[in-house]
């Protein structure tokens, strides 16, 4: 059975950083892309970041991109997020989620709460 466990979450000013990382199990970890999803207050799910199987193969939305960075260790099941310089709106509920595959993702976590406030 697939587990994704986020941490790291919490509160930050803005330009703060936070990690956010996800614990894998139950299925072979480095055979899948993993991404970083999330949902702003009152709005849908948005796409934040991918990283391939390939460690070096890294994709961002355009609201994020130099500004955060996704990363892998195969060897603990861990997918990490590390964001800087952080903004209002990027104020969330951050999943982590498993590629299906297909260029597409088919489980998720629980979800960690992001909040950037004065």
């Known amino acids: 059975q697939v587990q994704l466990v986020e941490s790291g979450g919490g509160l930050a000013q803005p330009g703060g950083s936070l990690r956010l990382s996800c614990a894998a199990s139950?299925?072979?970890?480095?055979?899948?892309?993993m991404y970083w999803i999330r949902q702003p207050p009152g709005q849908g799910l948005e796409w934040v970041s991918r990283v391939a199987i390939r460690r070096s193969n890294t994709y961002y939305s355009d609201s994020v991109k130099g500004r955060f960075t996704i990363s892998r260790d195969n060897a603990k099941n861990t997918v990490y997020l590390q964001m800087n310089s952080l903004q209002l709106d990027d104020t969330a509920v951050y999943y982590c989620?498993?590629?299906?595959?297909?260029?597409?993702?088919?489980?998720w976590g629980h979800g960690i709460q992001v909040t950037v406030s004065l």
């Open positions: 139950g299925f072979t970890f480095d055979s899948y892309s």
């Open positions: 989620a498993k590629g299906n595959g297909y260029a597409a993702f088919d489980s």
